[in-house]
């Protein structure tokens, strides 16, 4: 698949699993905003290089996995993902991490190896739930001191 397919997302208002890895999708459309019960997204080695606004729509959205595309960031209104359990973003193009992402408050897992990650903010320390953390093959000069 190149494209995000067309029937997915505009009457769908149940669906809890989407299932779009290996293709090579660029994009995730806006109308997207009306999958309101989705659970877990799985867009791992596509070609997508931003998650739309319509992800704030996703509130029950626990598991998000985004490894092996060509996100060069993640938007801060990720704060508004509050199920939010588990998110990969390994083998992707991040510079940093947004600072809001500390607000998500369930967050078990965060996965950002193979980035361009130079570092990290002391913030993360705010994730209480967080019981793994991987962080490999980045660029990270110096770890964050909490002062």
Same mark, same amino acid.
């Given at each position: 698949l190149a494209?995000?397919?067309e029937f997915v997302g505009v009457k769908e208002y149940n669906l809890e699993k989407i299932d =779009?890895? !290996? +293709? /090579?999708? /660029?994009?995730?459309? =806006? *109308?997207?905003?009306t999958l309101t019960s989705l659970k877990k997204l799985d867009m791992s080695n +596509? %070609?997508?290089?931003q998650l739309p606004d319509?992800?704030? &729509?996703?509130t029950q959205l626990s598991h998000l /996995? #985004?490894? +092996?595309?060509? =996100? &060069? #960031? *993640?938007? !801060?209104?990720? +704060? %508004?993902l509050k199920a939010l359990t588990y #998110?990969?973003?390994r083998q992707n193009m991040l510079e940093k991490l947004p600072l809001s992402l500390n607000k998500n408050e369930k967050l078990k897992e965060l996965r950002v190896d193979d980035n361009k990650l130079i570092e990290l903010h002391k913030d993360l320390s705010n994730l209480a739930h967080l019981?793994?953390?991987?962080v490999t093959k980045n660029q990270i000069l110096v770890m964050p001191v909490d002062t």
């Open positions: 494209s995000w397919p =779009l890895k !290996d +293709n /090579e999708i /660029e994009a995730i459309p =806006l *109308l997207m905003k +596509n %070609r997508l290089t319509a992800s704030v &729509y996703w /996995e #985004l490894q +092996n595309n060509k =996100l &060069y #960031l *993640l938007p !801060d209104k990720i +704060n %508004r #998110l990969s973003v019981h793994t953390f991987s």
